[in-house]
């Protein structure tokens, strides 16, 4: 696939886009004009594919919405180094975009296939992600703690094992609630024991799914 001027112009007038939301993270917004979102795209068709006709139109939308990829990254307040773990690599765009900040990645998907061909993409952009295929529910035990945890796909609730492996001051990002529209949330860990929740708003995800499908 070929990354064009035209395609750079396009991501020129997202980035505005994303400016005129409210997303003023330099990093976040370098990150953007940097990948090549369309390279991507085809990857999220096929996830729409694998849904049942009630989440393909939410997955659509979640999937290509850069605002929510940009949103979600914000609320991660990432410092270069940090360890995050990502639940849902889907087309691997989300992870690239945390790679091209600086942080180190471990993502994780469970959909085999999506595993197989975000993984191609991923590594001839360059990036150097940790990817697994498996189930995100458990999160990824022998690399924790993280400094952050970034869930990408609606989450019936809030899983005990993720909130058991972030850091002291760690933040797990997740969207919360079944059915079509989930609040995103913002759990800190303040101490071993002690979680504050804040809340960010509405928005559309594919659910998180147990177990593994194939
Ligand atoms: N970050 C992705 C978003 C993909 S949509 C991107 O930038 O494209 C959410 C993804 O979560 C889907 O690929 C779906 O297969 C995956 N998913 C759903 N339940 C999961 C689970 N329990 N563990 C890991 N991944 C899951």
Same mark, same amino acid.
């Given at each position: 696939?070929?990354?064009?001027?035209? %395609?750079? !112009?396009?991501?020129?007038?997202? =980035?505005?886009?994303? /400016? &005129?939301?409210?997303?003023?993270?330099?990093? +976040?917004?370098?990150?953007?004009?940097?990948?090549?979102?369309?390279?991507?795209?085809?990857?999220?068709?096929?996830?729409?594919?694998?849904?049942?006709?009630?989440?393909?139109?939410?997955?659509?939308?979640?999937?290509?919405?850069?605002?929510?990829?940009?949103?979600?990254?914000?609320?991660?307040?990432?410092?270069?180094?940090?360890?995050?773990?990502?639940?849902?690599?889907?087309?691997?765009?989300?992870?690239?975009?945390?790679? %091209?900040? !600086?942080?180190?990645?471990?993502? =994780?998907?469970?959909? /085999? &296939?999506?595993?197989?061909?975000?993984?191609? +993409?991923?590594?001839?952009?360059?990036?150097?992600?940790?990817?697994?295929?498996?189930?995100?529910?458990?999160?990824?035990?022998?690399?924790?703690?993280?400094?952050?945890?970034?869930?990408?796909?609606?989450?019936?609730?809030?899983?005990?094992?993720?909130?058991?492996?972030?850091?002291?001051?760690?933040?797990?990002?997740?969207?919360?609630?079944?059915?079509?529209?989930?609040?995103?949330?913002?759990?800190?860990?303040?101490?071993?024991?002690?979680?504050?929740?804040?809340?960010?708003?509405?928005?559309?995800?594919?659910?998180?799914?147990?177990?593994?499908?194939?």
């Amino acid at each position: 696939m070929q990354d064009t001027y035209k %395609h750079k !112009g396009l991501r020129r007038q997202l =980035i505005n886009e994303l /400016k &005129e939301k409210g997303i003023n993270d330099q990093r +976040i917004l370098d990150a953007f004009d940097a990948i090549p979102r369309h390279f991507f795209l085809d990857l999220a068709f096929l996830e729409q594919a694998y849904s049942n006709m009630a989440f393909q139109i939410g997955a659509g939308q979640t999937i290509s919405h850069p605002f929510t990829v940009a949103f979600q990254t914000s609320l991660l307040e990432i410092v270069k180094g940090h360890k995050i773990l990502e639940i849902g690599t889907g087309s691997g765009f989300q992870t690239c975009v945390l790679c %091209h900040m !600086g942080a180190k990645v471990f993502s =994780i998907e469970r959909q /085999k &296939e999506l595993h197989v061909k975000s993984k191609k +993409i991923i590594k001839d952009l360059n990036f150097n992600p940790r990817l697994s295929y498996g189930d995100g529910y458990k999160g990824w035990p022998v690399f924790a703690p993280f400094d952050s945890i970034l869930v990408t796909c609606g989450a019936p609730f809030i899983p005990e094992d993720l909130k058991n492996q972030l850091k002291i001051g760690g933040k797990l990002v997740i969207p919360l609630g079944e059915g079509s529209i989930q609040r995103m949330k913002r759990i800190i860990r303040l101490d071993e024991k002690t979680f504050e929740e804040e809340d960010f708003g509405d928005f559309k995800f594919v659910p998180m799914l147990k177990d593994k499908a194939n």
